[in-house]
């Protein structure tokens, strides 16, 4: 069964204080790892597909990167409007299930002014 | 929320009820999910559709029921509410399965039954 643990749970920063969260999973085989920005009453937002170890994406003060156990989402200099639980989601294949994405349940970050 | 509206936003239902939330999106995707999200959970996936009149079971089906007879529509019903599916349901799309792409979700809808 594929699964998806973040890490931590909570993460609270002062702006300008960069830092990372983490995103372990299984899978029998990775298709593609997501992950996603999701604000209060809000639908997720996509931030970034990856597709293989030793990738790594960028936008604005936000780069993902991926390794073939776990994949990072690093914060440079943060500021308050990154406040927002981040979540990570894993696409396996899977045979004919492979249209499924397994979430993780997410990390709600918090940047102080 | 790329082109997906979701209605009703919200809604107040009681035990027993049937409830019909809508998923109308403007991209004309072929594939269209219905997930839940709790407190605790990560989102789960309910029912999904890839084409028109074709669906299909997620993980959490049981107590739900889909129908898509328009590629732009996606209803989820539930039969009779219960107090476990008070929650807040999102709505997805993607445009291929081909290759792993992302799904993009609507603005969400909160149920609670009562």
């Known amino acids: 069964e594929d699964q998806v643990t973040q890490s931590p749970e909570a993460l609270r920063l002062q702006e300008g204080e960069s830092s990372s969260l983490n995103c372990s999973y299984t899978?029998?085989?990775?298709?593609?790892l997501f992950w996603y920005r999701q604000d209060p009453g809000k639908g997720p937002e996509f931030l970034f597909t990856?597709?293989?170890a030793g990738e790594e994406k960028e936008k604005e003060r936000l780069k993902a990167t991926l390794t073939k156990k776990e994949s990072f989402l690093h914060i440079t200099a943060p500021k308050p409007e990154d406040s927002a639980t981040y979540l990570c989601?894993?696409?396996?294949?899977?045979?004919?299930?492979?249209?499924?994405?397994?979430f993780g349940k997410g990390t709600l970050l918090t940047v102080n002014p | 929320d790329a082109g997906i509206t979701q209605s009703p936003r919200h809604k107040v239902t009681e035990t027993g009820t049937p409830v019909t939330l809508r998923c109308h999106q403007t991209e004309n995707h072929r594939y269209m999910y219905w997930y839940r999200q709790d407190p605790g959970h990560g989102l789960r996936l309910i029912h999904y559709?890839?084409?028109?009149?074709?669906?299909d079971k997620g993980e959490v089906s049981d107590g739900y029921s889909v129908s898509r007879s328009k590629t732009e529509d996606f209803l989820l019903t539930l039969e009779s509410a219960t107090s476990s599916q008070t929650s807040v349901y999102f709505c997805?799309?993607?445009?291929?399965?081909?290759?792993?792409?992302?799904?993009?979700f609507g603005p969400g809808t909160r149920l609670t039954v009562t």
């Open positions: 559709s890839y084409g028109v009149k074709d669906t």
């Open positions: 990856l597709y293989s």
């Open positions: 899978v029998s085989g990775l298709r593609g």
């Open positions: 989601a894993v696409q396996a294949n899977s045979g004919g299930s492979n249209y499924k994405l397994t």
């Open positions: 997805a799309i993607s445009e291929n399965q081909v290759q792993p792409n992302e799904q993009y």
